[in-house]
């Protein structure tokens, strides 16, 4: 891993990303919103910023060029398939054979064993009437996004995030292959944690065409079920 993309690198996560990399030595070109620029002027002598929205297909060409990785914010704003977008121009316009990794949430399934509590079912389907309502963000966006990367041949992990929280590193997530497992009860992570989990999975091959869910390795269900860890 040498050059490093990141598409939406303005935002909470996008600062952990950008971090994590440039620990690394990574030679890091960020997307983020042209208003968004000014967010980033601390870093701008040592990361390359590309203005424009992440699903700018043209923004998004110009920043991959060259990148042997790529990491993406995936976000549901507004009601125009902002993730979609997002996750088309980086499945479009990655180098071939390049390592993409996307963030998102344990709503996300492959359909594939996850087991979700009637709470949180209830909880992501009133969040999607109502952020749609107001025209906010389209969760149900997020999720053919998704569909979109599991469906692509590239070499794609989608990281999927338990609730988070800002504070001290805990070290690297534990994950679950599956949402229901018990090993995520806990249900919380540390935010430079999951960029953590999103930087080091570029390297790790056996995350390829895995939707890891995570959870912080500090937390009571992960020290619990520190035996069924599949990493
Ligand atoms: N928050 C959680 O508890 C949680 C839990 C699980 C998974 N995740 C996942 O983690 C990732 C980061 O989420 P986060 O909540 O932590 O937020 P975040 O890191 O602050 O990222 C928000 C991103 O959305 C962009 N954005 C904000 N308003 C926008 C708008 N109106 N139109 C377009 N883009 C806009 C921001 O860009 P600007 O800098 O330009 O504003 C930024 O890149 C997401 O993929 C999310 O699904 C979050």
Same mark, same amino acid.
């Given at each position: 891993?040498?050059?490093?993309?990141?598409?939406?690198?303005?935002?909470?996560?996008?600062?952990?990303?950008?971090?994590?990399?440039?620990?690394?030595?990574?030679?890091?070109?960020?997307?983020?919103?042209?208003?968004?620029?000014?967010?980033?002027?601390?870093?701008?002598?040592?990361?390359?910023?590309?203005?424009?929205?992440?699903?700018?297909?043209?923004?998004?060409?110009?920043?991959?060029?060259?990148?042997?990785?790529?990491?993406?914010?995936?976000?549901?704003?507004?009601?125009?398939?902002?993730?979609?977008?997002?996750?088309?121009?980086?499945?479009?316009?990655?180098?071939?054979?390049?390592?993409?990794?996307?963030?998102?949430?344990?709503?996300?399934?492959?359909?594939?064993?996850?087991?979700? &509590?009637?709470?949180?079912? =209830?909880?992501?389907? /009133?969040?999607?009437?109502? *952020?749609? +309502?107001?025209?906010? %963000?389209?969760? $149900?966006?997020?999720?053919?996004?998704?569909?979109?990367?599991?469906?692509?041949?590239?070499?794609?992990?989608?990281?999927?995030?338990?609730?988070?929280?800002?504070?001290?590193?805990?070290?690297?997530?534990?994950?679950?292959?599956?949402?229901?497992?018990?090993?995520?009860?806990?249900?919380?992570?540390?935010?430079?944690?999951?960029?953590?989990?999103?930087?080091?999975?570029?390297?790790?091959? &056996?995350?390829?065409?895995? =939707?890891?869910?995570? /959870?912080?390795?500090?937390? *009571?269900? +992960?020290?619990?079920? %520190?035996?069924? $860890?599949?990493?």
């Amino acid at each position: 891993m040498r050059k490093v993309g990141i598409i939406g690198g303005s935002g909470k996560l996008g600062r952990h990303l950008i971090g994590h990399c440039l620990e690394r030595g990574y030679d890091v070109t960020v997307v983020c919103r042209p208003e968004s620029v000014g967010k980033l002027a601390d870093l701008a002598d040592r990361i390359t910023v590309v203005p424009g929205r992440t699903d700018d297909r043209a923004a998004v060409a110009r920043a991959l060029a060259g990148c042997d990785g790529v990491l993406t914010v995936l976000v549901p704003f507004g009601v125009h398939d902002y993730a979609s977008g997002t996750a088309q121009a980086v499945l479009d316009h990655a180098e071939p054979g390049a390592r993409l990794v996307f963030s998102c949430g344990w709503h996300i399934t492959r359909g594939d064993g996850d087991r979700y &509590t009637r709470r949180f079912r =209830a909880m992501v389907r /009133v969040m999607t009437v109502v *952020a749609r +309502a107001v025209r906010f %963000a389209d969760i $149900d966006d997020q999720v053919r996004a998704c569909d979109r990367v599991f469906a692509s041949d590239t070499a794609w992990t989608v990281v999927r995030g338990s609730d988070l929280a800002e504070g001290p590193s805990e070290g690297l997530p534990v994950w679950a292959r599956h949402v229901g497992d018990p090993l995520l009860a806990s249900n919380l992570t540390m935010r430079t944690d999951y960029a953590l989990f999103m930087v080091a999975a570029l390297t790790d091959d &056996t995350l390829v065409h895995e =939707a890891p869910a995570i /959870v912080g390795r500090g937390t *009571a269900s +992960a020290r619990e079920h %520190a035996a069924t $860890d599949p990493t």
